[in-house]
């Protein structure tokens, strides 16, 4: 018991050291046993205790190689000369599982509270003083188990054993910095605007919603107004707009009454079509894309900005062609992240398994904040992957030093590095989403593969 006792202070003393002192602000040790003392969780003494496994987890699903191998044999160097436990990984698989849902959801909710905070007093990251956050939707697929498929069924087009079970996400991101502020998760057959839905709440007085045009409805821009939240959502495809009705600001610019209308729509639920008003007053902005090239694209913008002249329309056109950065966004999660497809057998540990993918997100990007705000550069413009790789490669050898004033100084080489990792300015750019590398001719699994296993040892 000595022993366990003392690998477990090892551990901590080098995890607070290490990658654990750059959030020391954001996300420090009290705060998870606070959390595990309001939530009445309680946990067995053992070497991979609720904060040691919180961090190795965060270490994992930023690495590159994410194995839980990779993980059991960070832990066991950290040991390597006081008596190292097994480099076998069920302890630590074990440890995973006993982290509760609630946890890791409420450490997200924290970090993203407190880098809020932070871009609030940043006003040259605001527009017009005021956040901006990009609502956008997107999906990723999890283990094909029994349990998985009876929890996010797959497309019901795909046939039986030659699909994955898929997950439908809402997300909600801060366009200046890129951080997520909350996400709502469901299964496929919940739609991505009811996913949104549950997570208004989090919205504040004087926020900004940015969304495409699947959220420029009138119950989407009445839900918001309601929350003293303004909206600039490009107009749904099925609403005609006729630019000669209304009261007219300008050239293809106009601010007219919407009605409710008179049938509660499929997606939305009767209680909620009873709060709607009867009507609401909206502001449509219309202007053109141009692409050397390609055709002039026609957008229009339905938003609750009526002040022309506080709001001028190429303002609202400009900060509309920024919501392309939640693509890129997603793409981090999905993509750098590799996040697009979640290993894990049982629909507890792939909720945890994206939580904590979205957590490790949020502490990246406030490096990246914190390098942005040191350095006189936009947060936004700063490489994501090198962030990461720095943040890595750095946290070691925050590890090994014990002098305060030497550890300081590679905590500032570190932002300094970060903030050198600026991306190129590229508007309107257009590439083909074509694959040079071609793959290998095998065939598609159109049966379940116990079935092909089966025919191949007969």
Known sequence: MKQLSNHVELLRKRINKGIGSLFEDMLPESMIQQILAEEDISYRKRLYTPFVTLWTWLHQVLDKDKSCKNAVSRVVSCLAVHTPPSTRTGAYCRARGRIKEILILRLLRHTAKQLRQQVQQQDQILWHGRRIWVVDGSTVTAADTQENQAKYPQSKSQ????????????AVFCLFTGALLETAIGSLHIHEINLFRSIYQYLQAGDIALGDRLYGTYAEICLTKEMMVDSVFRIHWRRKTDFRMGKIIGCHDHIVQWKKRGTCSRGLSPDLYKRLPDEVKVREVRYKV?????????????????????????????????????????????????????????????????YMHLLAYNLVRTLMFQAGVTYQVAPIRLSFQATIQHLLNFSQELAHESKSRMRQRIHEELLYSISKERLPTRPGRVEPRLKKRRPKSYGWLKKPRNQLKAVMIA
């Open 159 to 170: 046939a039986d054993g030659c699909g994955f079970p898929i997950i439908n996400i809402a």
């Open 290 to 354: 141009e692409v050397k090239g390609f055709r002039p694209n026609e957008i229009t913008l339905a938003t609750t900005l009526l002040d022309s002249g506080e709001y001028p329309k190429e303002e609202l056109a400009q900060l509309y062609e920024l919501r392309w950065g939640v693509e890129i966004d997603l793409r981090h999660l999905k993509t750098t992240m590799r996040m697009e497809h979640l290993p894990n057998k049982t629909p507890h540990m792939v909720r945890n398994e994206l």
